[in-house]
RNA sequence: GGAGAGGUGGCCGAGCCCGGUUUAAGGCGCACGCCUGGAACGCGUGUAAACUCGAAAGGGUUUCGAGGGUUCAAAUCCCUCCCUCUCCGCCA
């Protein structure tokens, strides 16, 4: 959410914001009317509620005679209250629902564009891999080898899933722990193991709800949705409390699958394991102090991109504009991998401040010693999506005679082996 | 799923039967002050959030799990729902 006093402060920024990611900026005029309108009722009815407790609070002792004509009048006044708070309640409701509706502004640093292509390259790290031979796009390569199973994934469940099998299943799982352990020794995150599923409250924090509803899987009889990312758990997981100041900044990751309908994308990336209705994901999430927040992007951006470096796989990394950043976020910078097969560089990261986006949906905040609660800045990012980081494992260390090099900060996890060879 | 007990401020906990005398008692914790060479003890003062009026001091409203109802007036009475605990049932 943004900050209504921001708002009124300050519409025409607020507005020329907006206008720079593509949202209407005329949703501002209409948000403001209604605010007012609502302040006045509210006020109106602040001194109704005051005089009716006061006289109640008398009626209680005065004599009889009175009492009868004085009920009345309280009663009139009763009525009124109850009207105005109805209408109190109808005008709330819409202003929240504006509110929630709005999306969050660029930071000045993003540069504005209308569209992905605006996009910025910020800088490349290594050298694509050279072949003398052709290599092969990873869903030949895990056929051939028989760690990847389309057909069977389909069959199980439909379209855009798949089965991954001995050390397919094996580097996938090498990949999670050894990411894991990186995040929780080196780079000082708390691991979580958070639910899969959560409520609607949860998933409003975070911005998925209301406006991206139909994005995401949910139950039909309780109140459940089927988590996008663990950003959702992990960023709600302090949601509605006032931290001690001294515990910033709080740095947990998790590994989850994330669930995804992938409405926005029929028909794009049908190929291979790039894009499912099911994929794993270990996250980082971070509540910072607002100050720190822009520092701790750059760290976060940081901490994805050691992962890429010790895979020893080229990435470079992207710059969002404004038009290309997501619902909540207010600065993006997405890690490509590059990967030879299928001749793309492959989004494995996106990182993101989200400033005090999510903090002033979910009621997140701080406190110093003594002070004013603030409300905290929070931001996530991927280390790493393992189904593109499949991808270009595989697509980058396949070697000419098919099979597939292991690479070497994972030997450990997968009991020393050195080389995928075919089932 | 069934039965019972509960949900009150940062925490503990009284108030609910019997609506108004509670600006939500009391304690703990915390902060500040006094005391002290310094501390403990003791004493005193303060101690939530949101919205809002005000230059400030300060004031107003809302919030006792959530929502609805009764009433001039609800933490207190009624209804619905959620959650926690105990026991039972079912199940990995």
Redesign the pocket.
């Known amino acids: 959410m943004l900050d ?2 921001l708002i009124r402060g300050n519409p025409e920024l607020v507005k020329a914001e907006l206008a720079r990611t593509g949202s209407d900026p005329t949703d501002i005029d209409r948000l403001l009317q209604c605010d007012s309108s609502r ?1 006045s009722l ?2 109106l ?3 109704k ?2 005089r ?6 008398e ?2 002792k005065v004599s009889s005679e009175e009492r009868d004509h004085k ?1 009345a009048e ?2 009139l ?2 009525d009124e ?2 009207a105005g708070e109805r209408e109190l ?1 109808e005008l709330e409701k819409r202003f929240n629902q504006m509110m929630l509706g709005l999306r969050n502004l660029p930071r000045p640093y993003t540069p504005t564009g209308s569209s992905e292509h605006d996009n910025v390259i910020v800088r490349t790290e290594g050298e694509p891999r050279q072949f003398d031979f052709k290599p092969l796009p990873h869903w030949e390569l895990g056929e051939k080898l028989g760690i990847i199973d389309f057909d069977r994934g389909v069959k199980l469940s439909g379209t855009r899933f798949y089965v991954l099998r001995g050390a397919g299943a094996l580097l996938q799982r090498a990949l999670i722990d050894w990411m894991l352990d990186l995040k929780t020794t080196e780079q000082g995150y708390l691991e979580m193991a958070p639910p899969y599923m959560v409520n609607s409250q949860t998933v409003t924090g975070t911005g998925q709800l209301p406006k991206f509803g139909d994005t995401m899987y949910r139950d039909h009889e309780d109140d459940f949705w089927f988590i996008p990312t663990a950003e959702v758990p992990l960023t709600n997981f302090y949601a509605g409390e ?1 931290l001690d100041a001294s515990l910033l900044p709080i740095n947990l990751t998790a590994h989850t699958p994330c669930f995804r309908r992938e409405k926005m994308s029929a028909g794009r990336d049908v190929r291979g394991i790039k894009r499912g209705h099911q994929f794993d994901k270990v996250e980082m999430v971070k509540l910072v102090r607002p100050e720190e927040s822009d520092r701790e992007l750059e760290s976060l951006v940081e901490n994805a991109a050691e992962v890429c470096r010790r895979l020893k796989i080229a990435f470079r990394v992207v710059q969002l504009c404004s038009a290309d950043l997501g619902n909540a976020s207010a600065a993006t910078y997405d890690l490509e991998m590059y990967a030879p097969g299928c001749g793309e560089w492959l989004e494995v990261s996106s990182c993101s401040t989200c400033t005090d986006y999510q903090a002033r949906r979910a009621g997140i ?1 701080f406190r110093e ?2 002070g ?2 603030e409300f905290v800045h929070t931001l996530n990012g991927s280390g790493l999506a393992l189904p593109r980081t499949m991808i270009a494992v595989l697509e980058n260390y396949q070697q000419a005679d098919g099979t597939v090099a292991v690479p070497d900060v994972l030997r450990r996890y997968m009991g020393e082996l050195e080389v995928v060879r075919a089932l």
């Open positions: 209504i006093k302040r509210q006020h009815l602040d001194e509620r005051a009716r407790a006061r006289e109640s609070k009626l209680g009920r309280m009663r006044l009763g209250i109850s309640a006032i905040r010693k003594g004013k609660p």
